[in-house]
């Protein structure tokens, strides 16, 4: 069965808690940044930032509010990612059996970085100018496998951040949501059935963000669906 994040964001209150655990257990180093007119910072995801917390401020249900989004890898069952390097290279990106993690390897610098991110429906991986290498959050399979919570759950001070067994996680990410739906109703969970990083959204998912759910043109798609529709582009 693997193993799975449950992200509830109405816990969130956007502490950065996980995103620094994420710098300070990978040692990667920090970025330079500048005031962009948001509390967010860095802007966007990059080689060395596999976690950053989204900020949206706006008026929901003419109240104003703040939505914080703890963002990463989702860890997808059926990855497009691993499917559009298969075609370079196989055994560039790895699905661990024992997790479910989905690992990028140095073997990325040999595929097409800029594939390998649009193959993504989340927008997540990011390549390094200098190496070409890819990289993004590994659920800190390091410390899973030896049974230690991933560093961004281990400091998370809320409750925000669980992560466990699949059948565990699944079955607390259905109870909150039905006690999160009553005083919420639009309250959903995100691609639930086909990524290992599954996030609560209290409001309209793409109020968080553009790539929160995976979603084409069409409407959204299962992860088989999407994999299968993106891997024929491509081949």
């Not at 706006?58 to 990463?72: A, C, N, S, T």
């Not at 990106?93 to 800029?114: H, Q």
């Amino acid at each position: 069965m693997g193993k799975m994040f449950f992200i509830d964001l109405t816990r969130c209150t956007g502490c950065r808690g996980c995103q620094i655990a994420c710098k300070q257990w990978k040692n990667l180093p920090a970025e330079e940044t500048r005031n962009t007119g948001s509390h967010q910072n860095p802007p966007d995801l990059s080689y060395v930032t596999l976690k950053t917390v989204r900020f949206e401020e706006g008026v929901f249900d003419k109240k104003m509010d703040w939505l914080f989004f703890p963002e990463q890898c989702r860890h997808c069952v059926e990855p497009p990612c691993k499917g559009q390097a298969d075609v370079d290279l196989e055994g560039a990106v790895l699905k661990d059996e024992a997790t479910g993690a989905v690992i990028f390897t140095e073997l990325t610098a040999k595929v097409d970085g800029d594939m390998v991110r649009s193959a993504c429906p989340y927008d997540i991986p990011r390549k390094d100018a200098a190496t070409g290498l890819l990289s993004k959050c590994d659920m800190c399979n390091d410390r899973v496998q030896n049974g230690l919570l991933p560093a961004c759950v281990k400091t998370c001070p809320t409750g925000c951040m669980n992560f466990g067994d699949e059948a565990d996680m699944t079955e607390l990410a259905n109870k909150r949501l039905a006690e999160v739906k009553k005083k919420h109703p639009k309250a959903v969970l995100g691609d639930p059935n086909d990524v290992r990083v599954v996030y609560l959204f209290q409001r309209d998912p793409k109020s968080y963000f553009t790539h929160a759910v995976a979603e084409l043109e069409s409407g959204p798609l299962t992860r088989k669906q999407l994999f299968a529709k993106l891997f024929r582009a491509r081949v």
